[in-house]
Structures are given as C-alpha cells and as structure tokens.
C-alpha cells in the first residue's frame, strides 16, 4: 500500500448529463467495447492502460455527497488524443469518425511540431484530437 499517492492517473472519467448518447458515441463512433454497465449512470469501457468511464452528475454528486456535481456543465473541460500510426491515417480516421457522426472542429494539417492532427468533439462538446508524428 502507497503511504502517499502514486502520481499515476489509473481512470479518467467524464462527467455529462446525456449518458445514453455519451455512451453510444463511444462505443458506436469511437469504437470502444462496454465492459461494465451499472444501472443509474456508470459505463467503463475497455481500453489498454487508463481505464476509461462515463458517469452522470447525479451519481458523482451521490458518491461525494457534494451537491454542486448536480449542475449541468458542457463540454470542453478535457481532450482526448488518439494517437494512428500514420500521416494518412490521421484523415482516413478523422473522415470515418465524422461520418459516424462525431462534430467536426478542424480538418487535418500539419503543425510547426512535427504532428499531423484534426480535432472533432463528442456529444457534449469535449474537443479530442487524433495525431500521428510526421516522419522526418
């Protein structure tokens, strides 16, 4: 047992108030496979590494017994970067992924930082990225 806490995140969770429509993104859009469902507002999903989970306010506001988890918020409070092995697949993935229904933000291009990268958001307006390095 740590005698402090290990500065290691283990799960990141979003928050929303449109879980079935969260949950559909991710899974339907996104591609991840749900792992565990929980009646009343929890859905984790697989994924190598961090664990990856959505759950309601209401269920935030329960657990902690701070009520303010209550109020609606939308959006653009985290972003997720998704790595592809490929300049190309960067847009090959991006035009799949808004096609399937994610919002488009801005189209692939080329950054001063040696990446490819376009951006799009998930149903409550959270902006995520998909990336690849640009070969030198």
């Known amino acids: 047992m740590y005698k402090i806490m290990k500065a290691k995140i283990n799960m990141l969770g979003i928050m929303t108030s449109q ?10 859009v996104m591609g991840f496979k749900i792992m565990l469902e929980m009646e009343g507002g929890y859905v984790e999903f697989e994924n190598e590494g961090v664990r990856f989970a ?9 657990a902690t017994g701070h009520p303010s988890y209550n109020e609606p918020r939308k959006g653009q409070s985290l972003e997720l970067a998704f790595v592809v092995d490929s300049p190309a697949l960067v847009d090959e993935t991006y035009n799949s992924l808004v096609q ?9 291009e080329d950054l001063p930082w040696q990446q490819r990268a376009a951006f799009f958001a ?3 307006g959270n902006i995520h990225e998909i990336f690849a390095d640009i070969p030198k």
């Open 122 to 124: 998930d149903p409550d």
């Open 100 to 108: 399937k229904g994610a919002t488009p933000i801005k189209s692939p």
């Open 19 to 28: 879980l079935e429509v969260m949950r559909d993104f991710y899974r339907d």
């Open 54 to 62: 959505l759950s309601t306010h209401k269920v935030m506001a329960e």
